[in-house]
C-alpha cells in the first residue's frame, strides 16, 4: 500500500533551519508530482511547494520563495524539503502528498509539526 512518511520537524529559532524528509513506498515514485503542503492552527491547508518527476522542476508559494527548497532522490523514494530562514509564520504541521503517475488519487503523509520560537 502506499505510505508517505515524513520526518524532521521539531522546534527551531527564527532564523534558524530544519530539514524535513518525506519517505515514500508503495508506488513509482519516479512518476509523481510530489509536493509539499502545510496547516498552521486554525487555517486551511496551504500548498508550499512541488517538484515534478521528469526533470525535477520546482515551484514554491511566493511566502516560502527564496527560503525554502524542495528536492528529491529518486535512489532513495524520499523528498526533502530544506526550510532556511524560518519565521514564527512558518510554523505548522507539514505534510508530504503524492500524486499522478499511477496513483488513482492524491496520497499524503500523516504530518510533521515545525515550529518556529524563540
Known amino acids: 500500500q502506499v505510505q508517505l512518511v515524513e520526518s524532521g520537524g521539531g522546534l527551531v529559532q527564527p532564523g534558524g533551519s530544519l530539514r524535513l524528509s518525506c519517505a515514500a513506498s508503495?508506488?513509482?515514485?519516479?512518476?509523481?508530482?510530489m509536493s509539499w503542503y502545510r496547516q498552521a492552527p486554525g487555517k486551511e491547508r496551504e500548498w508550499v511547494a512541488l517538484?515534478?518527476?521528469?526533470?525535477?522542476?520546482?515551484n514554491y508559494a511566493n511566502s516560502v520563495k527564496g527560503r525554502f527548497t524542495i528536492s528529491k532522490d529518486n535512489a532513495k523514494n524520499t523528498v526533502y524539503l530544506q526550510m532556511d530562514s524560518l519565521k514564527p509564520e512558518d510554523t505548522a504541521v507539514y505534510y508530504c502528498q503524492a500524486r499522478g503517475g499511477d496513483l488513482r488519487i492524491d496520497y499524503w503523509g500523516q504530518g510533521t509539526q515545525v515550529t518556529v520560537s524563540s
Open positions: 517538484i515534478t518527476p521528469s526533470y525535477g522542476l520546482t
Open positions: 508503495g508506488f513509482t515514485f519516479v512518476s509523481a508530482v
